[in-house]
């Protein structure tokens, strides 16, 4: 099982309500099963960016980046993220306006898939970029929201809360709605997210845990 590719994906599929999503860069580690795996870096702000790089898989095999930024543009907001490891490469392009996907352009063509056709897609969507920023700009609990990749579509929905030792714990589901799951042949549809918000001086992201197939992807502030 491709574990890197998988978390590349995770980062990328969560991977920006604008509003309100913090302008200076956060830097998380990214570890499974108690390997760090690399990092990933999200930069808030007017033109919100992320990137990850994993450079500590097993014997390198898996080893990749992925980067991905949201423009604001005369025609709507721009999507691009690019995909690059030793199994594959991939460079995703989608227009949004008004919650919609307008235009999607996705090299090579062979990882399009039927919801790269955008008139599929569900209407009040983000990007990738900014469902991260939804969760590293929350008030509070994050609320339900649905974002789309080029590729599929995911529907965010928050499932409980807790306050415990000066943090918020905010856990979420992740479900894609419309589109193939995650990871071939496995093709995960539901994974669950939890959210851990350090509360003193104003609330932070400190970790984000994405579970699923009986693995746990951890990502941890770092600083």
């Known amino acids: 099982m491709n574990f890197a590719h998988f978390s590349n994906k995770m980062l990328a599929a969560l991977a920006l309500a604008l509003t309100g999503a913090m ?7 990214v570890q499974l099963a108690g390997r ?9 702000g007017a033109s919100p960016a992320l990137q990850s790089s994993l450079n500590n898989t097993p014997l390198g095999v898996f ?21 690059q490891s030793s199994r594959k ?37 983000i990007d990738p970029v900014g469902a991260l920023g939804q969760f590293v700009g929350a008030k509070g609990c994050p609320a339900a929201f649905r974002f789309y990749d080029g ?5 965010l929905q928050p499932v409980g809360q807790a306050e415990v ?22 093709y995960i549809k539901s994974i669950s997210v939890n959210l851990v ?27």
């Open 23 to 29: 302008a200076q860069a956060e830097t998380f580690s």
């Open 89 to 125: 490469n991939r460079d995703i392009s989608v227009l949004f306006s008004e919650g919609r996907a307008i235009d999607t352009v996705i090299t090579p063509t062979s990882e399009m898939t039927p919801l790269s056709n955008v008139a599929a897609v569900p209407v009040g969507v």
């Open 36 to 44: 760090d795996l690399g990092s990933l870096t999200y930069q808030g």
């Open 197 to 223: 918000y350090d509360l003193a001086g104003g609330q932070s992201l400190r970790k984000l845990v994405l579970s699923a197939a009986g693995f746990d992807l951890l990502l941890m502030r770092q600083g």
């Open 165 to 186: 030792a000066g943090q918020l714990v905010c856990d979420m589901s992740y479900r894609v709605s419309d589109g193939p799951g995650h990871l071939s042949p496995l």
């Open 63 to 83: 080893n990749g980046t992925f980067t991905a930024t949201s423009e604001s543009t005369s025609a709507g907001q721009q999507y691009r993220g690019i995909s």
């Open 151 to 155: 590729r599929r579509a995911i529907l």
